[in-house]
């Protein structure tokens, strides 16, 4: 029997697998996400990128979304390099695939790809131009400019995988819209 309130929208695997469990009509629809972002650990700051796969779907009708973060890349040695990160983020969302479909949950099995990547990356470029930080726009404000900003809060759980060890951990994410001199930006 379907239940016709299901409490909570899921925000994590574990919770669509175990409302399609309890009998809900569960539908899932997994796509992609690249972020810049800089990191800091120890004296060193560095950027990487955040792979995340952003589910949506609906629990009997009622739409639902979140995002699970599976890996972060980066250039230079500091963390895992992106090419690798695509391969341990594929590994374990596969992992997250077989857990929906072994319940019932029919998604269509897409998976990251470092040219998808690349391009994604290129896109959020072109679409929001050159990347300022917020003390630019803070700047901009201060020459006497309107700038106008909404942020949204979330929190995306994530799993960094080493050799000999599991480091869990939730990230803490702001976006920032900026809208500013006729445009609006993404941070």
Known sequence: ML???IGHLPNRITDVVALKEKGNEVTCNPSFEILPVDFAHRDNIYQAFVFLCRFKGSINGQAYM???CYARGCPHNLCPHVSQAIMIANRYLQRDYKRLTDTGVQVQKRLFTLADMVVKFDEMKEEHGPLLA???YINIAKEGNEVAVEMVLEFVPGVEHFANYKN?????????SITTLGKTHQI
């Open 134 to 136: 917020l003390h630019d």
């Open 3 to 5: 239940s016709n309130t």
């Open 66 to 68: 979140f995002r699970k």
């Open 168 to 176: 869990k951990q939730v990230f803490l994410m702001v976006n920032f």
